[in-house]
Each structure stands twice: as structure tokens, then as C-alpha cells.
């Protein structure tokens, strides 16, 4: 008789975590889900950048005060204090990280979820290049310092290959434009041009997020490589909405997607949305996301 599996839990025992997004809408239930049930992590960093005229050191101590923690603090406030606070950005050269805290997390760090993004979908093409691509290029390059990685988590989308009906668990081809995208990471003028005319007027990507993401894919493959030593897994959710039961039934914090049309629905400023009533809105709750993106780390331990 074959042993028993290991709980998912148990994948995570001892380990120490680094995290981007981690104040975002999905980032904040992936963090909460990881602090309650897994009790046994022995830390996890957190990359938080200015914002708004407050510091990280500011919004990480308004951060862990946030409801989302809030039955945390009721059954075991002590272990908030395994978060540790890293200051920088995605958009900074080597992410803006003190030396100090590149080297900590270099010599400590077992499983990056990569979960930060510009999800903006008219976001100019430069800017989401640099966000989404050279920000997953940035966090790539210290996981490859990483001397004790064992997994590399990338959060994608379901959408990153709009032209297909069906979509397989590959990533697909970036024929795009017959550039790989290591060669758009420098746009010039004239390839911008090029790819805004992929995301308008009925081109291949319906906005420049689904473009990005898909390149970011092709950059985490081209490490996967490298990483001979870690497993790297892609997570695509479809369109994430509310929680179905965790941290509480119904919990969100954002109003992009569904949640902005129910709410300015609901407020009257919206009237009628133009849709095509043969097509299903895929959507999944934001706790059954995080879920699953636990479950892969667990899911690679096992094979």
C-alpha cells in the first residue's frame, strides 16, 4: 500500500516565502489563506513600494491592521509577525531592494508566488511592458540568485490566448509578431506602433494586459530552464471576483470587473451593458484562486 499524501499544509512547513502583490485584491487572500492555514511557514517577505505619498514601512504597518487579518487576530494574532517588511518596487532596477534585504532573501528564501501585475487593460504599451514583462524580468533575475528555491509560482490569466476556443495547459507560440519577447523589452517607436495595433481595431489581444501577460509567460518558460534546481508552475485564473467563503462570504476589496458593474448597477449609473448574451462571463472567486495557487506548490511536492 502506497504511503498517504502529505497535506497541503505540510508542503509548507519550515518554509520561508517571498511574495509580490501582496497588497492587492488577490494578493491580500493568497497572504491571509497562507498565515491561517499554514501555521508552520517560517516566514514570509513581502515587497511593498511607496505609494501615494506613504512610505512601505507606512503602508505595511496600516497593511497588517487591515480586516482581512481579521480572524487571524482572533485565533492567532502572534503569527502576523513571521511578515517581513521588503521595501522596493517592480519597476526599479534589481526591484529597488536594500542590499541587505536582496542578500536575506538570496540565502532564505524557498517559494516566490509572483503575483503582482498592471491589470489596467488600456494601459499604454510601454508601461505595461514594463510592469508586467520587465517586472517579471527583474523578479526572474533574484530568483535565479536564489540558493535555496524550490518553487517559482507565476500568477497569469486564462486570457493570455484570446484567438482560441480551447485553450490547452501550454504556452503557446508568441507568433505574435515574429519578436520573442526578450526583443520587446526595448520597444522602439515603430514596434509600438505595431503592437497598439494588435490590442485596437480587432486585433489578436483585446487589450495590452493579455499581450503582456503572455509575454511574461514566455520569459517565466525561458527561466523555467534555468531553474534547473526549482519547479516553476503558471497559474491562469479566469475573471477574479469576491470570495465564496474565505476570509468571509462575499469579501472584495475591488472594483474592477464584475464587482464595478454590480456596484455602479446597483447605484444607478448604469443603465445597460452591450454583451453578447451567447457568451459565458467566467468568473471564480478570488478565495478559490488563492487555493489553488497553495495547492500547485503542494501539487509539484508530490510528483
Known sequence: ???PLPKVFESYHGKSI?????????????????????????????????????????????????EIFHRIR???PSILEKLYLVEGDCLSDKLGIKEDDRQ?????????????????????????????????LRILNLAMEMT??????????????????QV?????????????????????ESQTKILNG???NGGIYPNTYTLTKHMAEHLVVYFSKKLKKSHTTIVRPSIVTAAAYEPFIGWTDSFNGPAAIMVETARGTIKSVIGDGNKVADVIPVDLVANTIIASVWHQTIE
Not at 490547452?168 to 522602439?188: A, D, M, Q, R, Y
Open 1 to 3: 500500500m502506497n504511503p
Open 18 to 66: 517571498f511574495i509580490t502583490g501582496s497588497t492587492g485584491f488577490l494578493g491580500k487572500v493568497l497572504l491571509e489563506k497562507l498565515l491561517f492555514s499554514c501555521p508552520d511557514i517560517k516566514k514570509i517577505y513581502i515587497l511593498i513600494r511607496e505609494k501615494r505619498g506613504l512610505s512601505s514601512k507606512e503602508r505595511f504597518d496600516k497593511f497588517i491592521s487591515h
Open 74 to 76: 482572533q485565533k492567532n
Open 104 to 136: 536575506l532573501l538570496i540565502s532564505s528564501v524557498n517559494i516566490i508566488f509572483h503575483v503582482v501585475a498592471q491589470v489596467k487593460f488600456n494601459q499604454p504599451i510601454q508601461s505595461a511592458v514594463d510592469f508586467n514583462v520587465n517586472g517579471s
Open 148 to 165: 535555496h528555491l524550490e518553487h517559482f509560482v507565476y500568477i497569469s490569466t486564462a486570457y493570455v490566448n484570446p484567438w482560441k476556443h
Open 168 to 188: 490547452p495547459e501550454k504556452v503557446e507560440p508568441f507568433s505574435l509578431t515574429g519578436w520573442s519577447p526578450n526583443e520587446i523589452l526595448i520597444l522602439s
Open 198 to 200: 494588435r490590442v485596437s
